[in-house]
């Protein structure tokens, strides 16, 4: 089960990214709408539920202090429809304090090891901002790692925790450091925590339509073996998806076929004929990731990756700086085809895949990606709300009229007709507003943001990236698909002959052309 905990004044505040960001919502009558919460709260996130550790997500203050008074939250039925505000009080605290610091550590499976390392940081006076836990690396001897944030302490404190862990790394968070947050510099190491999932997988909770199906549990266990077995450079095995869940895919695909020529942008729609016609989109079976992959690479150089369930928003925006998504392989289950309450195939290939192959799209996508590597948790958190209004929830003008090329409209039947009514507010895309716009996750959005064009939307986000606070420089290499860091003269050198190349390439034509 998953237990909120809340204080008398404040909720709590957690944005984490879906493989998409979202759960897919079924065509209501009535929209619960504008019933915000304050979460300004930090948070604590558990993943998996094995022995010994209950999935469960705690309130905290600036200090280790933890309230777990409050009642469980039931968001499938929309009880109490969410909203992430934008969080002035974390500012505050994080300005309290001239430097933050950031540990990965292991742990062994025990009962009571949770307790066990939120006693040590109240005994020690630490001040932790952030703590989250995960299934540790398959090559380590720990079960779970923990994710602390706090402010620096001093090295005897280290030294004791390091003690009391299978392994212990120490990452320097200070924006003003040239030690910054660890990110991925090479394609290959987002098998580091590519399997890092926060929830979802074979884990359901109990409100999953699910939860009570053993047949429908042991797929899941199925496919998350395969995401976690799963290295950069192996082809994605093959599903035999069985009758059931095809007969799920149909009803689906049917019901928002149909709606894509009236309600999605023309770049949705050309794609999308194109995975019909090479990919074996249809009604009557399930695309495979591997033949999908294959395909965006000859389009955009996107590529798809199994992953088990969710991620945080820092460990999927990664992806995306290389071109990767995330992709889950899994189905919803056949008792509610219009709802999943976490993302599944039919949200990844339906809604995200078709835009991945048009180049103007890839290009935002990846953007963003980039501007996430090495940001503070704030800057992830603008992140993360710049791709929910866009890359989930965008809309863009078509002419006079506007289209849906949300990922989150146009796998949902209902919110895709929503969305282009005019009930909604909507309001052109500025990343540096759109960041800090709080947002529901159980109900129809209540406001859109409208690109002008992806063209357009990706030199916003550019522009938008350099107010973030990065004490470094970087971009893409394609031909090594890796980060280079732009420090060095030597760095600055190659970077500028890289460029001159490609000037002289297009001079020659220019010139060829009279």
């Known amino acids: 089960t998953t237990t909120t905990t809340t204080s008398t004044t404040q909720q709590h505040r957690q944005v984490t990214l879906f493989t998409c960001l979202y759960p897919i919502k079924q065509p209501t009558p009535t929209k619960q709408r504008n019933q915000h919460i304050?979460?300004?709260?930090?948070?604590?996130?558990?993943?998996?539920?094995?022995?010994?550790?209950?999935?469960?997500?705690?309130?905290?203050?600036?200090?280790?202090?933890?309230?777990?008074?409050?009642?469980?939250?039931?968001?499938?039925?929309?009880?109490?429809?969410?909203?992430?505000?934008?969080?002035?009080?974390?500012?505050?605290?994080?300005?309290?304090?001239?430097?933050?610091?950031?540990v990965i550590f292991g742990v062994k499976n025990r009962v009571g090891v949770l307790q066990e390392i939120i006693s040590f940081f109240k005994e020690n006076n630490v001040d932790m901002t952030h703590i989250e836990s995960r299934p540790a690396p398959q090559d380590s001897d720990a079960n779970y790692e923990f994710f602390v944030s706090m402010t620096e302490t001093s090295k005897e404190i280290m030294e004791k925790l390091k003690s009391m862990t299978s392994y212990l790394k120490v990452l320097d968070e200070n924006p003003d450091s040239r030690e910054a947050m660890w990110f991925p510099r090479k394609i290959q190491e987002l098998d580091a925590f590519a399997n890092r999932v926060l929830s979802a997988g074979s884990e359901l909770d109990s409100d999953h339509p699910g939860f009570h199906d053993p047949v429908y549990r042991e797929r899941r266990r199925v496919f998350a073996d395969i995401a976690i077995k799963y290295k950069h450079g192996e082809q994605i095995p093959k599903v035999t998806y069985t009758e059931e869940e095809i007969n799920t895919w149909k009803t689906i695909y049917t019901k928002l076929r149909d709606l894509y020529e009236t309600h999605a942008c023309s770049e949705f729609l050309r794609t999308f004929a194109l995975l019909e016609e090479y990919c074996g989109y249809g009604p009557d079976q399930i695309p495979q990731l591997e033949d999908i992959s294959q395909f965006l690479q000859r389009c955009t150089g996107f590529r798809l990756r199994p992953v088990a369930g969710l991620l945080s928003s820092r460990d999927f925006l990664a992806g995306l700086a290389f071109r990767v998504f995330h992709s889950t392989q899994y189905i919803r289950h056949a008792s509610k085809p219009l709802y999943t309450p976490e993302p599944d195939i039919c949200h990844e290939v339906l809604g995200h895949v078709p835009l991945l192959a048009d180049r103007?799209?890839?290009?935002?996508?990846?953007?963003?990606?980039?501007?996430?590597?090495?940001?503070?948790?704030?800057?992830?958190?603008?992140?993360?709300?710049?791709?929910?209004?866009?890359?989930?929830?965008?809309?863009?003008?078509?002419?006079?009229?506007?289209?849906?090329?949300?990922?989150?409209?146009?796998?949902?039947?209902?919110?895709?007709?929503?969305?282009?009514?005019?009930?909604?507010?909507?309001?052109?895309?500025?990343?540096?507003?759109?960041?800090?716009?709080?947002?529901?996750?159980?109900?129809?959005?209540?406001?859109?943001?409208?690109?002008?064009?992806?063209?357009?939307?990706?030199?916003?986000?550019?522009?938008?990236?350099?107010?973030?606070?990065?004490?470094?420089?970087?971009?893409?290499?394609?031909?090594?698909?890796?980060?280079?860091?732009?420090?060095?003269?030597?760095?600055?050198?190659?970077?500028?002959?890289?460029?001159?190349?490609?000037?002289?390439?297009?001079?020659?034509?220019?010139?060829?052309?009279?």
């Open 38 to 102: 304050d979460t300004s709260r930090h948070h604590i996130t558990l993943g998996h539920v094995k022995q010994g550790f209950t999935q469960q997500t705690l309130k905290m203050e600036a200090t280790t202090r933890v309230d777990i008074s409050a009642p469980k939250m039931n968001k499938r039925k929309g009880e109490t429809p969410q909203s992430f505000s934008h969080n002035p009080r974390l500012k505050k605290a994080r300005g309290l304090h001239s430097h933050q610091v950031s």
């Open 360 to 514: 103007d799209f890839a290009q935002f996508s990846q953007e963003i990606g980039l501007a996430s590597l090495g940001a503070s948790d704030e800057d992830i958190e603008k992140l993360a709300t710049c791709y929910w209004f866009t890359v989930e929830f965008g809309l863009c003008k078509e002419g006079d009229t506007l289209k849906a090329y949300g990922a989150g409209l146009l796998s949902s039947y209902g919110e895709l007709q929503y969305a282009l009514t005019s009930e909604p507010e909507v309001a052109p895309f500025n990343p540096s507003v759109t960041s800090v716009t709080p947002y529901p996750i159980t109900s129809y959005q209540p406001k859109y943001f409208v690109a002008e064009s992806f063209n357009k939307a990706t030199e916003q986000m550019k522009k938008f990236s350099t107010t973030l606070k990065r004490p470094y420089h970087l971009r893409y290499n394609a031909y090594t698909q890796s980060i280079d860091l732009l420090e060095s003269n030597k760095d600055l050198k190659l970077f500028a002959q890289e460029i001159k190349y490609q000037m002289d390439v297009m001079t020659s034509v220019l010139a060829s052309r009279g």
